[in-house]
Nanobody, 117 residues
Framework: QVQLVESGGGLVQPGGSLRLSCAAS????????MAWFRQPPGKEREFVAN????????AYADSVKGRFTISRVNAKNTVYLRMNSLRPEDSAVYYC??????????WGQGTQVTVSS
């Protein structure tokens, strides 16, 4: 079955950096777009970034553009999210998702990111 397992979250000070990882299994990872979403406390889930099957095309939410970088290594079935210059408003549960059927309908369990001094 499809599994997406996020890791790399934690507590970081404002201005700090983190790299999230999402290990995929149960499907042909290299064929499909992947994305990161996040859900801040008390708010709805929101799009953060996505990447096409090859890694040659990416897109970002305006709120993270220039600070976050999405990437993938198909040989490792893994997608990453490098987060720099973190702000308190970046605090959220971060989820990776796969678009195997045209929509992001496969999800991981999430990893908590807290940005606080």
């Amino acid at each position: 079955q499809v599994q997406l397992v996020e890791s790399g979250g934690g507590l970081v000070q404002p201005g700090g950096s983190l790299r999230l990882s999402c290990a995929a299994s149960g499907f042909t990872f290299s064929r499909y777009p992947m994305a990161w979403f996040r859900q801040p406390p008390g708010k709805e889930r929101e799009f953060v970034a996505n990447i096409n099957w090859s890694g040659g095309s990416t897109a970002y939410a305006d709120s993270v553009k220039g600070r976050f970088t999405i990437s993938r290594v198909n040989a490792k079935n893994t997608v990453y999210l490098r987060m720099n210059s973190l702000r308190p408003e970046d605090s959220a549960v971060y989820y990776c998702a796969a678009a195997r059927n045209g929509e992001y309908d496969d999800w991981g369990q999430g990893t908590q990111v807290t940005v606080s001094s």
